[in-house]
């Protein structure tokens, strides 16, 4: 279990906790269950990092990502059992990132094995450890063990998987955007989608390992295959497709902002308060907007001008 100490530094570090404009109650549920179609449920976090959820087949059940923490994850498992006692199977992890990972372990231990794309099963005992170095800091050696002991995922795919719970079959894809390693989970008999972190619904995204330009190209196809879907964003409530059409704005007119204002000759501080003014129209009721869009602005002009660091996939 993460102690309470790292969990408030994962929240912070990971720039990803950013459910609401105001900081989480400190007691009550750690997420809220919607059933969102026949035997698929949305786990939508209020404390516990990203949103998961699960499926439920005619033989077993699949989850999609288990939190930031094992006590959450744990909580999970017990929803999970007022509705089926159908084993759990399968784990799919939508990308590397701690608070979508962290519960693995509770999963593993009831028997299910994790999958997850190839590049990011490098990255999950790596990676993750730079969440502990914002500001110059130095993991100490109880984060760097917590980090080492996450479990990676034991199924690996490159582009499609195709896992079967009875009659019921789940779509595995990769796509490219928030991290290089992320995945979408398809259920096509329910027309359910767990986008992971490649969807926020009015959050302003964490863009650490992100690569805009091809984000904005994912959730373009992503909006034309699945045009009357229900999405479950990394963040945020369920969504419709009008909600990832909105983000796919914020993308595209953070890049449009930041291209004007460098070619004005703007950077730096002022290239960050510039963009701000002009997304804030727009964007400035979303959650960490104040908090996010400076470090979005830095790390997408990086992007941009190609000097930003993302992790790279390990060598065959």
């Known amino acids: 279990m993460i102690p309470k100490v790292f969990f408030a530094s994962l929240l912070v570090t990971c720039a990803v906790w950013a459910q609401t404009t105001q900081p989480a109650a400190p007691s009550g549920p750690a997420f809220t269950v919607k059933q969102v179609g026949n035997g698929v449920y949305a786990a939508i976090s209020v404390r516990a990092g990203g949103n998961t959820g699960f499926i439920v087949g005619d033989d077993a059940v699949l989850v999609v990502d288990t939190f930031i923490n094992q006590a959450a994850a744990r909580e999970l498992l017990a929803e999970i059992r007022k509705i089926t006692n159908l084993p759990v199977k399968y784990v799919v992890n939508t990308h590397y990132h701690m608070d979508h990972v962290a519960g693995n372990a509770v999963f593993t231990e009831a028997g299910a ?35 080492a002991a996450f479990i990676e995922p034991q199924i690996t795919y490159d582009h499609i998987l195709e896992v079967s719970l009875g009659r019921r079959v789940v779509r595995v894809v990769a796509l490219p955007g928030h991290t290089g390693g992320d995945s979408v989970v398809y259920v096509p008999d329910a027309d359910v989608v767990f986008a992971g972190d490649l969807a926020w619904r009015q959050r302003i995204p964490n863009l650490i390992d992100a690569t805009t330009s091809a984000w904005i190209e994912t959730l373009a196809a992503m909006l034309k295959a699945h045009p009357s879907a229900t999405f479950i964003p990394g963040h945020g409530d369920v969504a419709a497709a009008a909600d990832i059409a909105s983000f796919a704005s914020y993308l595209k007119d953070l890049r449009a902002s930041i291209g004007r204002e460098v070619r004005s000759g703007k950077t730096g501080e002022a290239l960050k308060s510039a963009v701000m003014e002009e997304l804030k129209p727009s964007y400035g009721s979303w959650g960490g907007f104040d908090r996010l869009v400076p470090l979005n602005v830095e790390q997408t002009a990086a992007e941009m001008d190609g000097t930003k660091k993302v992790p790279q996939p390990a060598s065959e």
């Open 113 to 147: 094995a994790v999958i997850g794309n190839r590049n990011m099963r490098g990255w999950v005992r790596t990676e993750n450890l730079k969440f502990f170095r914002q500001n110059g800091a130095t993991p100490t050696a109880e984060q760097s063990a917590m980090v």
